[in-house]
């Protein structure tokens, strides 16, 4: 495992050699936050008989009870099911935040880390102790600013991490021009591209570190619009190959309560558009603000990795949505729908079983009267390779001052088809809620406790359960004083 | 050129937009032909703007100034009152009594006490903006000190949707929103609201996966986050391409191609490099070409000649 702690190291010094003395604006202020879950997993184990024991031909057989099983011919007949045996997960995330002002105008430093114990190899990332997420000296002034250290940097090409520097400059305040790079950091990772977790995961993983290097430039016209081109390409340090090239635009139109959002992400190497949508959402109409948004996505996969060169293809999907927001009570009512159409594969037998479409609804209703609410949401997801129909149900009360503390009781209900899998699952249960501020000590308080029965249909050999599940956090806010 | 195409309609279709959409309304009372009645101050005509008489405190009273545009004295006026526009926010100026109606109200280099105009979002981030003291910060519920929500420009379903707006005014999420805000959600420790993923989303995530509503690796690794929860619960491919799993389509083999193109997405969540390349590989196996009838391999071939030779020799 790859622990980085040179940049935060760096960060820390600055910050001792800056914070000891009285200058009026120092300051610092952020938050420490502890995440411990608990929640009980049943993993799946693959069987197998002699393909001599199992009646009739082909690929795909039933046993006596009624199992698909895969079979091949002289082997064995296989399958995959719950092995009943359940098991206790327990992460533990802990989480520090700062932003610090030394007192210097402009100059401040920013960090952002996370530690995760508990539950090695059961859940994601848990291998992964130490997390620096970002740690960087920033300079800012009305025309300008640096920053240098570990950054994210978002645009229309994503979420991006890297450890360098970046400079934007908006001196003609309706325009701005932003350059920056840096060693690549992969997506979601926050750690180099060659590093153990990455390198762990994939046999053709990459063996060298990338350096990443981009420009965007965005403009404001007043009130009215804006927008921004971003170019960005990643290349590998021996500089043999990329490992990403891409460019994106994003314009944005308010005008007269209308909305007008448009994006679209370009991949070099395969000729794609990744992603492009339009999206227009209208002022209030009777109260309801409509939206309509045209949206055309083909995944996009870095150049060490062979995926697009097996041509995935992308879909195009509409969708509408109203939202209605009453003033008069504390209501507000949501829904919508999409309905999406995959591009022609070219690939499998013309009278093939997957489906090249799908559709989703969506619903939610929340009411809030005298410190009670009730927030119900629905979700149906329909397309190839699995189906999801479901919601939740919340009955809860506020606590004290504002909306941070409060008690509920969540009822949950899923319907899950897995459509390249045998079967169907239901799983429905409930859980208790709550979170308390307690101001004076600036501390938040948060935990759950809930369980789920998990009922697996057409799967003989799955046999039901109860999983148990329940959250404990605590966040607390420091602030010594400071300004910008 | 279709790709060109794409954008410059893109760009089209935003500007018509913007240009048929109607234009807001002006703050257009002559303060300055009145500044003689001011002798008061503001509150002369805006009583009780600070003791927070809310049906008073913005609007002037239409008979106050029918008292002198009686259409004898002077012109007759038809005034009846403003009606503030929604702004979504919570401002009350009672709350703010040591500012001044300049500090927000002043025109810059304007000169005496009626050169005043609307006050704008930038005169209230001076103080509440990012990286300004108690407000906006690290509070609790910081948006609700200002706005009611949605905040101005935050459409219908923003939490899930402002990707495009993120991008294309970063500066103005900046005023009031610090970078950890982002990562709130984007790398968080739990799951915020169940806006982005609904509750028990673990439980819940299968079908979404194929359909990529979002793009699942923006914040989650696909060889990292999806294989590593997937291989500890055995329903990720461990090398053996023998079936077992992909069960529930006849003569899966035939048919997964139209399902990896569709979804690729979502088998890299199991499957790696090599499991494919067994078949897919002009080296060895079976030999099945994987590229579509739009494949350009001069143009992977300039950017990354070592993903071609993991499968063809002359790399």
């Known amino acids: ?484 | 050129m279709r790709r060109l195409a794409y954008m410059g309609a893109l760009v089209f279709t935003i500007g018509a937009g913007a240009l048929f959409a109607a234009s807001r309304g002006a703050f257009d009372f002559p303060h300055e032909k009145h500044a003689a009645l001011a002798s008061d101050g503001c509150e002369t005509c805006h009583t009780g703007i600070y003791s927070g008489d809310e049906a008073q405190n913005v609007s002037v009273d239409p008979a106050l100034c029918a008292g002198c545009h009686n259409g004898q004295a002077f012109v007759a006026v038809d005034w009846q009152g403003y009606t503030p526009r929604e702004s979504g926010l919570k401002f009350e100026h009672a709350a703010h009594p040591k500012l001044g109606c300049k500090t927000c109200h002043g025109v810059p280099d304007g000169e005496g006490d009626m050169a005043v105009q609307a006050a704008s979002g930038e005169t209230c981030l001076v103080c509440h903006g990012n990286g300004a003291t108690d407000h906006f910060e690290v509070g609790v519920n910081p948006c609700e000190t200002c706005h009611y929500d949605p905040a101005p420009g935050h459409t219908p379903g923003w939490k899930t949707q402002h990707a495009t707006a993120a991008a294309a005014q970063l500066p103005n999420c900046t005023s009031c929103h610090k970078e950890t805000f982002c990562v709130d959600c984007h790398d968080g420790p739990v799951n915020p609201d169940f806006e982005y993923h609904p509750a028990n989303f673990v439980m819940r995530h299968g079908a979404e996966s194929w359909a990529s509503p979002m793009e699942c690796s923006e914040c989650h690794s696909r060889e990292v986050f999806c294989r590593d929860c997937h291989s500890n619960q055995g329903v990720a491919q461990d090398g053996r391409t023998s079936g077992g799993y992909h069960d529930g389509v006849a003569n899966w083999l035939q048919q997964h191609g139209v399902a990896a193109r569709q979804g690729m997405d979502s088998c890299v969540g199991c499957h790696q490099q090599t499991e494919c390349m067994a078949c897919h590989s002009a080296k060895s196996g079976w030999r099945i070409n994987p590229h579509g009838p739009d494949f350009d391999p001069s143009r992977a071939e300039d950017r990354s000649t070592q993903a071609c030779a993991y499968c063809h020799t002359g790399f």
Request: net charge positive; with cysteine.
């Open chain 1, 1 to 484: 495992m790859n622990v980085h702690r040179r940049p935060f190291l760096s960060l820390i010094a600055c910050a001792l050699l800056l914070l000891p003395g009285a200058v009026v604006g120092q300051g610092i202020r952020g938050d420490v936050t502890l995440n411990w879950g608990w929640l009980q997993l049943r993993p799946f184990v693959r069987d197998s008989v002699l393909e001599d024991g199992v009646s009739g031909s082909g690929l795909q057989r039933q046993l006596a009870d009624g199992t698909t099983v895969t079979c091949i011919d002289g082997d064995f007949c296989r399958w995959y099911e719950g092995n009943g045996i359940r098991q206790d997960i327990t992460p533990f995330t802990q989480d520090l935040r700062f932003a610090g002002w030394t007192g210097v105008q402009g100059l401040s430093f920013h960090g952002q880390m996370r530690t995760r114990l508990g539950s090695d190899d059961l859940w994601p990332r848990t291998d992964q102790k130490f997390d620096l997420m970002s740690g960087y000296l920033s300079f800012n002034r009305a025309a300008y600013q640096i920053k240098a250290g570990r950054m994210y940097r978002a645009s229309g090409l994503g979420y991006y991490n890297f450890d360098g520097a970046s400079v934007v400059w908006r001196g003609l305040g309706w325009l701005w021009l932003e350059g920056y790079g840096g060693w690549s950091l992969a997506r979601g990772v926050n750690a180099p591209r060659n590093g153990d977790l990455v390198t762990e995961s994939d046999l053709l993983a990459t063996d060298r570190r990338g350096l990443l290097f981009g420009g965007a430039v965005g403009f404001r016209g007043g009130k009215v619009f804006s927008g921004s081109a971003t170019y960005q390409r990643e290349i590998r340090t021996d500089r043999l190959a990329l490992y990403t090239e891409r460019a994106a635009v994003d314009l944005r139109a308010l005008v007269g309560g209308w909305a007008f959002d448009g994006a679209a992400a370009y991949d070099f190497a395969y000729d794609q558009v990744n992603d492009a949508r339009l999206r227009i959402t209208t002022p209030a109409l009777a109260g309801i603000r409509f939206a309509a948004q045209g949206r055309h996505y083909t995944p996009f996969f870095d150049y060490w990795t062979i995926w697009s060169a097996f041509s995935p293809v992308g879909f195009n999907e509409g969708r509408l949505s109203a939202t209605w927001t009453s003033r008069a009570i504390p209501l507000l009512v949501e829904a919508g729908g999409a309905y999406r159409e995959y591009e022609d594969t070219n690939a499998g037998p013309a009278n093939t079983t997957v489906k090249n479409d799908g559709w989703r609804g969506f619903g939610r209703v929340y009411w809030s009267p005298n410190r009670w609410y009730v927030d119900g949401r629905y979700r149906a997801e329909n397309g190839f390779g699995g189906a999801r129909y479901g919601g939740d149900l919340i009955l809860g009360r506020y606590v004290g001052k504002g909306s941070v503390s409060y008690v509920a009781l969540r009822g949950s209900a899923t319907e899950t088809l897995s459509e390249f899998r045998v079967g169907e699952r239901y799983v429905t249960g409930g859980a208790v809620e709550g979170a308390y501020d307690i101001s004076e000590a600036n501390l938040t308080l948060d935990a759950s406790l809930g369980f789920y029965r998990i009922e697996d249909k057409n799967r003989s050999l799955s046999q039901d359960w109860t999983e148990g599940r329940a959250t404990v956090g605590l966040r607390w806010r420091f602030n010594t004083g400071g300004t910008r």
